[in-house]
């Protein structure tokens, strides 16, 4: 089975240009989260989809961070303009359908993201 | 605000003993406990899950789990250098979200 795929692996760009990062989830899966890492903040949520509709964005950073979900197979996260303190592992995740709180999320290998 | 507490380490054990992981959860709500492991520069990769008070054995993994005293615990027999890493602690939010709140990992050394 394929799992989680990102791409691209790794971006470096400078501040102010926008970046695009992109995640197709495991097939039949419904929910669909994008994470942060950062070695000061740990793990953090920014937003999750189910079925194709966000659900929660309360983790978004700011207006400049947006996501979108056209279709069940592929999700983006956007940023514009990028700035330095973006600078993290971005991560997308996957889960089948909540039933009774017992579902996994399954995490793509991330994109290292580096604004100078 | 919701929270999952781990410590951080790093948590230094010689190679052969058994490695002890601890976490705490705020969200009396919460139904599911998941274990993901992280190694250095890689995503992090589910190990274990428990949802019912007690033990649950897999391997040389045990997670065990105490609604009662909100404690989650994950014990790793005969620890080997391959098992140094991050490990991250994630229980399900209330409500039935689908979200998982992630604690900030502790990290284990096994020297050997």
């Known amino acids: 089975d394929a799992g989680v795929i990102q791409s691209p692996r790794h971006e470096v760009t400078e501040m102010g240009q926008e970046v695009t990062l992109r995640c197709k989830p495991i097939?039949?899966?419904?929910?669909l989260f994008w994470y942060r890492q950062t070695m000061m903040r740990g793990l953090e949520l920014l937003i999750y989809?189910?079925?194709?509709?966000?659900?929660?964005d309360s983790g978004m950073p700011e207006d400049r961070f947006s996501a979108k979900m056209p279709n069940a197979s592929f999700s983006t996260l956007k940023i514009q303009p990028s700035e330095p303190r973006d600078s993290a592992v971005y991560f997308c995740?996957?889960?089948?359908?909540?039933?009774?709180?017992?579902?996994?999320?399954?995490f793509g290998d991330g994109t290292r993201l580096s604004i100078l | 605000q919701k929270e999952v507490e781990q410590n951080s380490g790093p948590l230094s054990v010689p190679e052969g003993a058994i490695a002890s992981l601890n976490c705490t959860y705020s969200?009396?709500?919460?139904?599911?406990f998941f274990w993901y492991r992280q190694y250095s520069g890689k995503s992090p990769e589910l190990i274990m899950f428990?949802?019912?008070?007690g033990d649950k054995e897999d391997g040389r993994f045990t997670a065990q789990l105490n609604k009662a005293s909100q404690y989650v615990s994950l014990l790793i027999r005969d620890s080997q250098p391959s098992d140094s890493a991050t490990y991250l602690c994630?229980?399900?939010?209330?409500?039935?979200?689908?979200?998982?709140?992630f604690g900030q990992g502790t990290t284990l050394q096994v020297k050997p």
């Open positions: 995740a996957s889960s089948p359908l909540y039933q009774g709180g017992n579902q996994p999320q399954h």
């Open positions: 097939s039949g899966h419904d929910y």
């Open positions: 989809f189910n079925n194709n509709v966000p659900i929660d």
């Open positions: 969200d009396r709500g919460s139904q599911s």
């Open positions: 428990i949802y019912s008070n």
């Open positions: 994630a229980v399900t939010s209330s409500g039935n979200t689908g979200k998982l709140i």
